[in-house]
Structures are given as C-alpha cells and as structure tokens.
C-alpha cells in the first residue's frame, strides 16, 4: 500500500539531505533496515510528527486535560507559539509530491516493487570507499596507537588545518590541473548544504535576491530562503540552448528583478548543474565574472559534484579562471562537498572557499553553528591524503558513472525519449513531453502519477526544479545496476506503449 | 595624472559586518592572549595558563581505556557489507535510531533515572552551540527576546543573537541571595522587555549554571516553569553539565518536574544537552534538542540538516553510551574527579584569600575578587583581568562578559589541565595576592 505525502521542498536537495528526503533512501537500499517507521504512515498532508510515549495522546481539545501534548500541529494549543520561520516548513507551499512506498523494489526480493529515481546519490563506487575504509578506517580515526588526544578536545571550529591542506591537494587532483587552493581561505562545514547557507548569510540580507539559473535542484530555494530569508529569482534555461546558461538570459532576468523592485545580491551557479548535468564552459564563467562585476554582485558557484563530471569536454572550475585574475576577486566564492565527492553522504562534510577576506573571516566563525566530527576529519585526512586511493577513485567513479549515464540515456532513446547530453553528475535530463496529455504543469504532474502507479516508478517532474518547459524529468541512474536499467526501460514501455 | 575611479566594493551582509560574533570582547581577547604564548609545563613554563575554556579533561583516560578494550565499536560503520552501506549512505536529520536510543538512556542515567526520555524526541545537532541557536530561530522572530538570568554564558550573545536577530533581555541575579532566580527577578525582566518593545518569547536557564557551577533548586525550578506558564512562553533549559555535578542527588532537572505535574504544560519545554562537558567530547560536536513540543520536534529535526552529526561518529559513540556499565562507571569516577579538583582550586584559592561561591558542579568555579577592585565598576574589574591575564599569566573569564550585575567576579575553569598545572596556576595567585598585600600594607604604613 502506498502512501503519498505531500512535503514541501526538496528531496535530496543539493547533494544534501533536506526535510526527510533519505527516508526513502534508506527504505530503498536495505529492506533489512528498520527504517519503515511511523515517518511512512504519515497523515495525508501533515508531516510526520513524533508521539511522545508514554503518551495514549491524541485531540485535545479540552483545555483541562491534563495531556496537552497533542500529535497534530494543526491541534497544537495557542500556548505553543512557534516562530513563522518553524510554520513555514510545515505547511505546503510548493508542494513536492512524495512517494514514500511501502513496496521498493529490489531485484531479487521484490522484483515488481517501485523504482527509485529521484534520489540524487551515486552507489556505483561505493565499494572502494568501503574497502579503503576496511583497511584503513580505525587507524586514521583513533590514531595507531591510539591517540585520541587528535580527536577528544576542542578543535578549530572551523575546521583542523591538516584536513583544509588535504583539501587543497585533493581539490587540485580532482581538477586534474595544477590549480593552487589556499588552505587559509577554506572553512570546513557539516555538509555542502550548510556552506551555501553560511555563505548567503554573509552574502544577503534578509529579503534579498539571488539569481539562479534553472532547472535547479528540488528544494535548492529552502536551502537559502528558510533561515536567511533570501529569494530565488530563478534564470531559465532552454532546451533549445540544451539547458545551458545565456548571458542574456541572465541578464534579462537581472533588469526584471530590479524592476520589480528585488535586491539582487549575486548568482549561485551549480556545475555540474542539477539536473541537466551541463559543465559551465571557460567563456560563459568569464562572462558571468564581467556580469558580476558590472552589477556589483557575488558569484557563488558550487561545484560540489566536480569530481563527478564524466564527460568529453573538461570541467572548468571558477578556481581555475580565478588563477589568472589578479584583481577584483572579493566577489567570488565556491562550495566544495567532501562527502558528496566520495559518494559518501553520511560523512557530511564541506567546504566553503571565498576570496573574500571578510567572507572567510565572517563564515569561520559562523561554521561554529555546523561543525564536522573531529574523528570524521582524521578519517577524512588519512583517505583525501592517500593520492593512490584518490586516483583510483575518481578515475573509478567517473568511468561507472559515465557507462550508466550512456547505458541509461541509450536505454531512453531506443523509446523514443531523448535526453540533455550531461557531463557529470547522477542524473539524466529527460524530454518526457511526448506523453503528456496536456502541455502544462498538470500534465505534467499527470504524468509522474502514471510512472509512479503504472510504470512503478518514482522520478522527478521538472516543476518541481522550476522548469519552463513541461514534461521534462529528471531520471537518477548512479544508484542502479546495469541489470535494474533494463528493468527501468521495461517500466518505461508501459508509459510510452501506452501512449501510442 | 588622471584620477582613479574606485571600484565599488561588493558589500556583504548585515551578519557578516555586524560585531555580534562578540569576538571582540575580553572573554576572546584573553584566548587570543594565551594563542600568542600557551602555557606548557617543559617548553613554556612562564607563558598564560588557560582558564577561560570549560573542558574536561579529568577524565579522559577513561574513554581511551574503553576505546582500546573495545576495538570492534570504533571499526568504522560496523562490521560487513549491509552495515557499512546503511552507514555510509545515511544522512537522515532523524538520526540512527541506535544512537538516538542510547543517547535518550544516557540522558536518563545523567538523571539518576528520575526522568524518561523518548528517544523519538530526541533531535541530533553538531554540538550545543548550533541545538541553541536553533531552537532560538523555532522559537523567537527576529526582533523578539529571550530572557537569560545573569551571569550567563558569554556564548549566548552570539549564538542566540547573531544571525537569529532576536534579543537578549536579561534577568538580573546578584550575590545578595547566591545569584539564584526570583520570581521578582523574572517579572522584572519581562517588563524590561516590553518596555523595550520587544515581544518575549521564552525564558532559557542553563542548570547547572555556567558560569556559576551551582544546580538550580527544585523551587526555583517550580517557580520558572509556572512564570512561563503564566506568560505563556517557552523555556529551554541548558543542561549540558547535567553529568559534571559532584553529587548526583543534588541536580534536579527540568524533566523531573514535568514528570511530576504528568507532562502538563510540557510543550513549551525544550532541553539542550552535550556530550562535550559530561563525557569530555567537545571534538565530537555532539549536541541535542529533546522538546515536549511534537511540532518543535519535528521543525528542529528538518532545520538539523543544516547541523547533521556524521553517521561514522553516531555509530562510534552508539555503542559506547549503550553500555551501562560503562557509563555508569564513567559518571561515578568523573563525579568524584571534578569535585576533587573543585576542592582543591576553592582551597588553594582561599588560602590566597580569595572566597568562592559555593559550587557543586561544572567545570569552574565563580571567584569573587570585587575586595581588589580599584573601582567597583566594569572598568576596575577590566583593569584587574588585565594584570591577571598580563602579569599573572592566566586567563581567567570577567564577569562582565557574562552580564554580570556586580563588578569583581571572575570564572575560573579548572578541569581542562592536569593537577600540577593546576597547582602552579594556584601558586601564581597565591604569590599576585601575597604581592598585593605587601603593596597595599606598604602604602598604608
């Protein structure tokens, strides 16, 4: 039996976990798990809520009762004000509708079950963490022999010094380039997630703009909006560019924003994107620098996935057009993701690096509210520093990723489907408008209803990453196997066979 | 020559530039102090002794003992193929749920077992710092206030105000009475608050108290929580040296009360624990929220993904404060350590002539040196922390930057050294105090 739960925002937002979105993650990966908690037998419309045990709780309307703890928000009584930044998250603006599923499927065990594609995490290379980390975890941790003086105390709030330094090595190999990162510009979070927040905290004020280009990661807005308060002003971006940036896109989008009266105070570019997986190319970032410049606005640009760039051409990091500027760089700031590069989420672990001496300054003391686990930097040190087991991994992770990224998007093509070409990252783009019924947003969400109830399966409608264009949908591969893609492509047919 | 245009600076955020980090203030001033000529016993025997930073380390030992008889807790993310994965792959704001279980039992070890915690409630944030500011923002807009009794923790400026934009409003206690909350005193603040204009949203004690070291009595208790029930608002109580208190017995925390009355009223309650102070893991950042509030519950949780703790180090610590007997064993000797160490700083320091309040818990002592304050104002009690911090080489904390009303007090931290240390921390001040005395008889003579 399914439930749907409408939430609001994301799921697996960008490369983060965000409201909830790992439930069906974690349901997905290991039935063994005992993850099927009360979270999947939630309340059309409410979301998941704790009771509080011994509690027999339920309504309580009646101000004498002694059990006021009430399970419903909806009931909760006057006396438990919450802030509007807490009610926000409650309810449902822009509804992201949500199968949680009490039928995953697995291959052997569960063969019919509901395919999970929207879920933007890559397995594929897993294996050679586990067994770096079976080798090597415990030492780099606890120290051989044991030396938890490196791990119990305080520790610089923002980060050890020796993991910002393997940072930079590692930062370099995964550019392939002889690009120089600056230890002392780098401050260490809890997830890449947070390092976007910090940075819009320093960056924004409350009720200011960011232009974003999209599609963008579902929930991208949350990220930046819930606490900081800052808008989204997003920049679209066509198929007929291929879902690439515009500069004139942007810029149109920059003179409207102030016409309606918004304070634009910089764009946040993701590369490679989510979901089209494009590679922002060495003109276009220079291009978007000159922009910038001329509004006097920041650029952050996150390249949290840059490791997983698998395409032809090759990745330009902002770092590397930085090298060669010698002024007017105070503007410019980047958002690595540790775990997100080594596939490893649970690790949570990111980076913030600004040219923007107060930016550094202002966000290592702000990265005190978001702090990574000293234990979790040693092992971070130990692994980021082995340069083989680094070499081995990425060339790794890149080769699995791009032989599922061609298998999946030649898996589509052979029905009919045409997709984005995408250059990295755990997802493909596709052009699902062929099988929708009415060219709108409703069609649209007609027609992720149907792959979630006849094909049994769960992608992501591209509404729900502020496309304009309907019918796109965003198909995540890096968690399957080459045997589960035929699968995918069988449930497929039953839409596309449909239709015809 | 032509003149140059200036390129325009690209300007940042109101946070970014405001000085509400506090990092400007002598609490910090004397870190930076004690950065620039750290105190070590073989290579730097005359440089500044730290005593402004609450950390445990009496027993530390303990931990590296368990650790080393217990290899197979700290291989990373369990043993095989499916515990690795699930581990890995985990980035849940609900926490592993083995984690959140042992946590909700340590918590009620801490309590002698005089409160129940549902590990359903219990929301994982990277250390206290972040579970404080975070319940401020589900708690409190911007422009709103908090009321904090004085002296608190100088911490709270920054953590509770600074990108949250909400207010602190403090609740005055003074040495007439131990410092202890009144019910005046708290009525006294809310209206200072609402002649600030600003609307009160909660009430947040730290029990124990830092920087005062003392519990706060039950009554007390009693009569916080019916203020807040009265007004209508919230309380979270900071009870992260809930373990460090000397004698278990003495401690009475929120939770017992709430019990008592059968959860009535609990909603506005919220809790703030860590395991940096009572098992000594400040590197961890292992911090927590446990509310009575199902919708306080459930915000927090989904805000934590801004703060998550790494699943490695849930799955690390899980084991460890599942063991009972372990913790039992930890709790009971750490008890013992700490109140040791109290006797010996309150003696040592009253040999020298300097009188404590009389503490039963924490990780410092609140010395009372208003006798040698030139001027019993903020700026006599300055001067002094300057020559202590330049001439004695210690860096203690003033109690002006944790609010306090009176000019003179000081907190002294006494468990992040060893005992030596210690002792030669003592002998300076016996040696600054002697100094003093033969100075003012002279003068006087």
Redesign the interface.
Known sequence: MRVIVPLQGVVQGTGGLFWGSVIPCALFYFLQLLFKTKSNKTRRHHPPSPSPSPSPSNHNHHSTLHRSLSPTPRHATASAYVSPRANSITTATSPYYFAFSDDPYHQTLNPQGVIQLSLYQNTLSLDLIQDWIHHNGTDSMLGKPLSLSRILPYQPLDGLVELKLAVARFMSHILEKPVSFNPSRMVLTAGATSAIEILTFCLADHGNTFLVPTPLSPGFDGVVKWRAGVEIVPVPCRSTDDFNLSITSLERTFNQAKKRGHKVRGIIITNPSNPAGKLLNRETQLDLLDFAREKNIHIISNEMFAGSSYGDEEFVSMAEIMEAEDHDRDRVHLVFGLSNELSVPGLKAGVIYSYNDNVVAASSKLARFSTVSAPTQRLLISMLSDTSFVQKFIEGNRQRLRKMYDTFVAGLKQLGIECSSSSGGFCCWADMSRFICSYNEKGELELWDRLLNVAKINATPGSSCHCIEPGWFRFCFATLTEKDVSVVMERIRRISDATK | MGIEIE???????????SET?G?NSPYFAGWKAYDENPYDEFTNPSGVIQMG?A?N?VS?DL??KY??EH?EE????GNG??G???????????GL?TFRTAMASFMEQVRGGRAKF?P??IVLT??A??AN?LLT??????G?ALLVPTPYYPGFD??LR??T?VNIVPINCDSSNNFQITPEALEASYKDAEAMNFKV?GVLITNPSNPLGITIPREVLEEILDFV?RK???LVSDEIYSGSVFSSSEFTSVAEILEAR???????VHIVYSLSKDL???????GTIYS????????AR??S?????????QH?LASMLSDERFTESYMETNRERLRKRYQMIIEGLRSAGIECLNGNAGLFCWMNMSPLLEKPTREGELELWNTILLQVKLNISPGSSCHCSEPGWFRVCFANMSEHTLEIALQRIRDFMARIRTETETESA
């Open positions: 390129q325009p600076c690209v300007e940042l955020s109101n946070v970014a530039v980090h990092e930073l950390e380390q530390f931990i590296e650790l080393e290899p700290a291989s990373t993310w193929a499916s690795f994965r699930e581990n890995a792959l985990f980035q849940d704001y609900h749920k549902d359903q409630r990277a250390g710092t972040a500011e923002f589900i708690l409190a807009n911007p709103d920054r953590d600074w990108r934009g949203r029930t209508n608002i919230h059968e959860n009535r009223n609990a909603e506005r000594g893991l400040p590197g961890f950042r292992v009575y509030n199902d919708k306080v519950v459930t915000t989904r805000m993904s801004f703060t998550l703790i790494s699943s490695q180090t690390l």
